[in-house]
């Protein structure tokens, strides 16, 4: 028996309306951007590549796609690099603080982004540090908010994780660092990749802090789409938004390649 | 978190054990970014914390100390502010019992799912509808809801109403849009729970003669609420600070928290009163933390 066939018809009926909230407004903008009309109707008038051809060519849109993309690609490294040592002591020390540290390193999700976003702005304005609607600026807001996706993977993995593997490999003449690396790091490295995507993405998509730290050459794509949605619906920010759905859904499955996603949600 | 807990302490004990030094400075691995959240995570806050208390200069964003209570005063003595605290709590706890009641379902459907290949496509789902730009997801929201959008635009098309339902602009909109943007967040943090119940504590109650509907609600649904505590929190959190839900989808006509920082600090310049009402908001979501201990406190009898 298959297992969904056990599950009863309420389950699954209120399994569908919820995937459908998730998923409809994202079908939307899909289609959005590939309507031949100006604008969307139901049923659609037909499709056309009419506006991801003006996207490629909107020098907001897609201007604020590649600036995304490569606030996203630094944001990744710094944030992988610095998560994965905390990860690794977080998982490893003995030192009783350790828990609150760990819940100081995940607090950017729950803090309010447009809170963060003011706190470092004023604290930029205030220590006159030079930072305030700078590239590096915005750049450090990123790297704070993706931390805690990159700690939350690459400390799953290190909960499992055998550490007579490396006594192992200490024991055959490897150095302290030498086993880390051989041994632990290979072990971790599908999780550090999944950590990084999911830094990657989240810098990618992350809007309130770019209210307060961005400005006019630092728009990603987020603020450039908020911008327009506020005047009108235009089809070339729905046909900016595939490139990122297709980006997200790619990432996505290319992480489930890499860390059983179930890890992810096993409780801590 | 225990079990985690003894597994590193018997980690770092071996490791001592075994060779004798090493790990010693394994201290070092944490520096970066223990610094990096000190300077730009915890003084930042502090210095917003300080600036709410400063007098109020219109353009001015330094924090300058000079110490003044007039900011909170003004919140607290008008009800235009004031009141946006109540409406503020009462639209995220709305999203967050939505968001609980839909996502449920699902969730339990994802963590029923033994077929690796369902499973992970289901939580390909999730997560990428998590991570997707909730701009782009907003995008899509208000072509369906808007006034000359999907819904009203087919319903006048076929007769069926003469002018557009109100769907967005208003309460409703938002809390349409913060349930579509956090209920990844409470899908994904029921699946854990639900899985961690055992099953054959269901199986039990069925051959004790339990009807599926009573073992749902008698074994199933208290053995989760941890989860649906936890979710409820994330999701308050996120809704009662999701600025670019409540201005897009809002209209700029529901006064929310965000909205009203927003206002002050981009409109006005009023940076003071701007981050007070950050404070305030800050400290909503932190009374929320100790509603959901109390709570969870109280319907786990004392096992979390």
Redesign the interface.
């Known amino acids: 028996m298959s297992d969904a066939a056990r599950l009863s018809w309420p389950i699954k009926i209120g399994a569908a309306m919820a995937l459908i909230v998730l998923l409809l407004p994202v079908v939307i903008v899909v289609l959005a951007g590939l309507n031949a009309g100006d604008y969307l109707t139901f049923p659609p008038q037909g499709l056309s590549l009419r506006w991801v051809i003006a996207f490629i060519q909107s020098e907001t849109f897609f201007d604020a796609y590649l600036f995304s993309l490569e606030l996203a690609a630094i944001t990744m490294v710094i944030s992988t690099i610095i998560g994965t040592m905390a990860s690794v002591y977080l998982a490893r020390t003995r030192f009783g603080g350790a828990k609150a540290m760990r819940g100081l390193f995940m607090s950017p999700i729950v803090l309010p982004g447009i809170v963060l976003g003011i706190a470092l702005y004023v604290f930029y304005v205030s220590t006159d540090i030079g930072l305030a609607r700078t590239f590096t600026g915005l750049l450090i807001g990123h790297v704070l908010v993706t931390c805690p996706f990159v700690i939350a993977t690459v400390t799953a993995s290190l909960v499992g994780f055998d550490p007579s593997l490396e006594e192992a490999a200490r024991s055959l003449g490897a150095g302290p660092l030498q086993a880390f690396r051989l041994v632990t790091l290979k072990i971790i490295s599908p999780a550090v990749s999944a950590g990084s995507i999911f830094a990657f993405i989240i810098s990618f998509g992350q809007f309130d802090l770019s209210l307060y730290l961005g400005a006019q050459n630092l728009t990603g794509l987020p603020y450039a789409m908020y911008i327009s949605l506020r005047y009108k619906f235009e089809p070339t920010a729905a046909a900016a938004g595939i490139f990122a759905i297709v980006l997200v859904v790619l990432s996505m499955v290319l992480s489930s390649r890499l860390i059983n996603l179930r890890k992810l949600v096993a409780r801590a | 978190?225990a079990v985690?807990?003894t597994?590193?302490?018997?980690?770092?004990?071996?490791?001592r054990g075994?060779?004798g030094f090493?790990?010693n400075r394994?201290?070092l691995?944490?520096v970066?970014?223990?610094l990096?959240?000190i300077v730009?995570?915890?003084?930042?806050?502090l210095?917003?914390f300080a600036?709410s208390l400063d007098k109020p200069a219109a353009g001015t964003?330094?924090?300058k100390g000079d110490f003044a209570l007039t900011n909170f005063i003004r919140f607290f003595s008008q009800p235009l502010y004031y009141e946006s605290i109540f409406r503020t709590v009462a639209i995220s706890i709305a999203s967050s019992v939505i968001a609980a009641v839909?996502?449920?379902?699902?969730a339990?459907?994802i963590a029923?799912?033994?077929?690796p290949g369902?499973?992970?496509f289901l939580?390909?789902?999730?997560?990428?509808?998590m991570?997707?730009?909730?701009?782009?997801?907003?995008?899509?929201?208000?072509?369906?809801l808007?006034d000359?959008g999907?819904i009203n635009?087919?319903l006048i098309r076929w007769h069926v109403i003469g002018s557009p339902l109100p769907l967005m602009y208003n309460v409703f909109g938002v809390i349409v849009g913060d349930?579509?943007i956090t209920?990844?967040f409470m899908?994904?943090?029921l699946?854990?729970?639900i899985?961690?119940i055992h099953p054959s504590l269901e199986e039990a109650a069925r051959s004790l003669g339990a009807s599926?509907g009573q073992t749902f609600r008698r074994v199933i649904l208290p053995l989760s609420m941890p989860g649906i505590l936890a979710g409820m929190l994330?999701v308050f959190?996120?809704a009662?600070?999701?600025?670019?839900v409540a201005?897009?989808m809002g209209g700029w006509k529901v006064w929310v928290l965000?909205v009203h920082?927003?206002q002050q600090?981009?409109n006005g310049g009023h940076?003071q009163f701007?981050?007070a009402i950050?404070t305030i908001?800050?400290v909503v979501?932190i009374s929320a933390i100790f509603v959901y201990q109390a709570v969870a406190a109280r319907t786990s009898g004392g096992r979390i």
Do not use: C
């Not at chain 2, 991570?131 to 369906?144: A, C, H, S």
């Open positions: 978190m985690a807990g597994a590193s302490q018997l980690t770092a004990r071996s490791r075994v060779f090493g790990w394994l201290w691995l944490v970066p970014m223990t990096f959240f730009f995570f915890v003084l930042p806050v210095s917003m600036l964003v330094a924090a839909l996502g449920y379902p699902l339990y459907l029923k799912t033994e077929h369902r499973n992970t939580m390909i789902l999730v997560l990428a509808s991570q997707l730009d909730g701009v782009i997801r907003l995008y899509g929201l208000m072509v369906l808007g000359n999907l635009g087919s349930v579509q209920l990844p899908v994904l943090s699946i854990g729970v899985r961690s599926p994330l959190a996120l009662s600070s999701s600025y670019v201005a897009l965000p920082i927003f600090v981009s940076w701007g981050a950050a908001l800050f979501n």
